[in-house]
């Protein structure tokens, strides 16, 4: 399975931008597609995830002052194999490199495993 992240770039403090993951190989409709972000010198961390049957999921984003829930939205066109990540009044703590990932399990209550597969990420910089 191969995922491929683009859309990424560089937005004003604010402003919007909306993330594509496309998968080739594997069943798509059934994966449930997360999002993970990597600032630098930071762990990874995660974003959301939905699930096979479209329901959304938000981290904490513990690194950050303005909770990702109810800016950023995500969904899937699974007949274009591809999940997206739509982020809106975004500000300069979401700078990152955004990471697709294939396969999560849960939840298990609130938590969320990572899957087996990964894009190699697409770098998203918020900056006037």
């Known amino acids: 399975v191969q995922l491929v992240e683009s859309g990424g770039g560089l937005v004003q403090p604010g402003g919007s931008l909306t993330l594509s993951c496309t998968t080739s190989?594997?069943?798509?409709?059934?994966?449930?597609i997360g999002w993970f972000r990597q600032a630098p010198g930071k762990e990874r961390e995660f974003v959301g995830v939905?699930?096979?049957?479209?329901?959304?999921?938000?981290?904490?984003?513990?690194g950050s002052t303005a909770p990702v829930k109810g800016r950023f939205t995500i969904s899937r066109d699974n007949a274009k194999n591809t999940a997206y990540l739509q982020m809106n009044n975004m500000n300069p703590e979401d700078t990152a490199v955004y990471h697709c990932?294939?396969?999560?399990?849960?939840?298990?209550?609130?938590?969320?495993?990572?899957?087996?597969?990964w894009g190699q990420g697409t770098q998203v910089t918020v900056s006037s």
């Open positions: 990932n294939a396969d999560m399990k849960g939840p298990y209550g609130n938590t969320w495993l990572r899957g087996r597969y």
């Open positions: 939905i699930s096979a049957n479209g329901d959304t999921a938000f981290g904490a984003t513990p």
């Open positions: 190989g594997g069943t798509f409709s059934q994966y449930n």
